[in-house]
């Protein structure tokens, strides 16, 4: 399980997320400093950890790199819950207080996501909903690509 992203972690690779491309630091650097000051040495160091911890891959262009996801926020957010989950002492309790949080839109999704799982065999008949579509499409970066943590526990970076 991957260790939660730090505060300036997290806004590094929401941009690249976002992106869905490779980037450089500039192109970070550039998009923070909307935000925040920010140096590009720091950005450039917050980069090169998450290259360090297998969240990002990078390819040499010149003297700079271009850096690009190796897996989904989506698969990010799930090892998350999972790794929550798993730490409960009664995890069907947790999974009903988890649900009665959820807004009805996300309570729609897990129905979605549910049927997605079971596979077409054991789904009724009807129209999905939008987020079902998008979860059924993964986004280029988003196929077989190894979890971070995965390459980790094999003692890989």
């Not at 140096?39 to 690009?68: C, F, I, P, S």
């Not at 989506?74 to 009664?90: E, F, G, R, T």
């Not at 999905?128 to 526990?153: F, I, L, T, V």
């Amino acid at each position: 399980m991957p260790r939660p992203l730090g505060e300036l972690e997290d806004a590094v690779m929401s941009r690249v997320w976002k992106w869905n491309r490779p980037v450089t630091v500039r192109e970070v650097l550039e998009d923070l400093q909307k935000e925040r000051s920010i140096a590009y040495t720091t950005v450039m160091t917050v980069l090169d950890n998450l290259h360090q911890k297998g969240w990002v891959r990078r390819e040499a262009e010149g003297r700079a790199y271009r850096y690009e996801a190796v897996s989904t926020r989506a698969a990010y957010a799930a090892a998350l819950m999972n790794d929550a989950w798993s730490q409960s002492d009664n995890p069907a309790a947790a999974l009903v207080a988890f649900f009665g949080m959820m807004s009805e839109e996300q309570r729609q999704s897990l129905s979605d996501a549910v049927r997605i799982v079971q596979g077409p065999e054991t789904q009724e008949p009807t129209e999905p909903s939008e987020s079902a579509e998008r979860a059924e499409r993964p986004e280029r970066g988003e196929g077989p690509e190894e979890n971070p943590a995965s390459a980790q526990d094999r003692g890989g970076r």
